[in-house]
């Protein structure tokens, strides 16, 4: 049975260790704003690129045969990736639900407008902040130009209204912000600790904790608890930095602390679990960065999951940071608390499995 005063007393001298190490100040005050201002001033003059075709939510309100070919056309594009929803849908909450930026909304009358020469206007949704949105409106446009050519000569039969999903317009530096704090929340706690389970493998230091009272779970429950709190005093600054320097407009909610609470805690334990492969800082320290890029790249940390590949968001969601930043962005960008519930859920799954898994599989007597 894990004992609190063993834990609280182990996250005493921990404490201590951290406040009178050189390192301290660094990582707790310098490092954090560093990375916002470097990445806030580079990232928020560009928007994020697309290495494949942009994935679009479509809802066709309409059951002819123009707007099927319509849809064929936009698929044929190879720019765009068309999913459809359900007609009983309300299009702009399906949107609003599933934290996406880009959708085409095709009226009920569209078939028999175009064979009557009636206009019709089709909806485009897109994020202004992003280069992927012209992808979206221009090949949207495109089609219907080559619509019009072909059946009226060039005529505006069919046109384009373009809109946003969010009426708050968010600029890139909004979507850079979830990004850049899950990226701390990881570099806070698995860099530190699993550099730290390898000194103390290399100094025998576990193997004398092992003839203490001090169990696995409560070293790893008191470090764990300190990345919590270092993580809790590095996102208000970056979060200060980003509004009061770059304009972010992003929205604060108490649906932020668990995600303050289960990052730490879910990648102190994948890095004690990383930590199980090696007794070597360098060897230690290579495992990290083995650990860190894969999960920097592909994560969302600079750019949407959608703009990748569907192979590589397969990918994507197999990586724990992925459900750390989806869940911040679902929460300071969209509102949309059901998907932050969900990434909570896989979040608490996640840390119970590492939990367990680190405690059972780490040898403290290990020579």
């Known amino acids: 049975m894990a004992s609190m005063k063993r834990i609280l007393a182990d996250m005493g001298l921990y404490g201590r260790e951290l406040v009178r190490g050189r390192t301290f100040l660094v990582s707790l005050v310098i490092s954090p704003i560093i990375l916002m201002l ?10 994020s690129g697309s290495s494949g075709p942009v994935n679009v939510y479509l809802q066709n309100q309409d059951n002819g045969q ?59 949704y897109v994020n202004p902040s992003s280069s992927s949105s012209a992808v979206v409106s221009e090949t949207a446009s495109g089609v219907i130009n080559a619509f019009n050519l072909n059946r009226y000569g060039g005529s505006a039969i069919i046109s384009m209204n373009q809109t946003t999903v969010n009426p708050k317009v968010h600029k890139y530096i909004d979507f850079l912000i979830p990004g850049l704090i899950g990226l701390t929340i990881l ?14 493998k290399k100094t025998k230091l576990f193997k004398q904790l092992s003839m203490t009272p001090l169990t696995k779970t409560e070293w790893l429950t008191s470090k764990a608890l300190w990345y919590v709190l270092l993580t809790a005093i590095s ?28 990052g730490p805690m879910l990648f102190s334990a994948l890095g004690m679990l990383a930590g199980t492969l090696t007794k ?24 949407p999951l959608t703009s990748l590949p569907i192979y590589l968001q397969y990918v994507a969601h197999i990586l724990p940071l992925t459900y750390v930043i989806e869940g911040l962005s679902a929460v300071m960008i969209y509102g949309n608390y059901m998907q ?4 909570i859920a896989v979040l608490i799954v996640i840390t119970i499995i590492l939990f367990v898994a680190a405690t059972k599989l780490y040898n403290w007597r290990e020579d």
């Not at 600054?237 to 407009?249: D, H, K, L, R, S």
């Open 38 to 47: 470097a990445f806030g001033a580079v990232f928020s003059f560009f928007s």
């Open 66 to 124: 123009v707007s099927a070919q319509f849809i064929n056309a936009l698929n044929g594009t190879g720019t765009l990736r068309v999913e459809l929803v359900g007609t009983s849908e309300n299009f702009t909450n399906y949107l609003l639900g599933h934290s996406a930026s880009y959708g085409i909304f095709i009226p009920a009358n569209f078939s028999s407008s175009y064979a009557a020469a009636k206009p019709v206007k089709i909806t485009v």
């Open 187 to 200: 570099l806070i706690s698995f860099e530190t600790i699993i550099s730290l389970s390898a000194e103390y």
């Open 235 to 262: 996102i208000p600054e970056m979060i200060a930095v980003g509004v009061f320097v770059f304009g972010a407009n992003i929205t604060l909610s108490v649906w932020l602390i668990p995600f303050i609470i289960l």
């Open 280 to 303: 070597d800082p360098a060897a230690a320290n290579t495992m990290m960065y083995i650990i860190i890029i894969p999960m920097m790249l592909l994560s969302g940390v600079f750019y």
């Open 340 to 343: 932050a519930a969900a990434d």
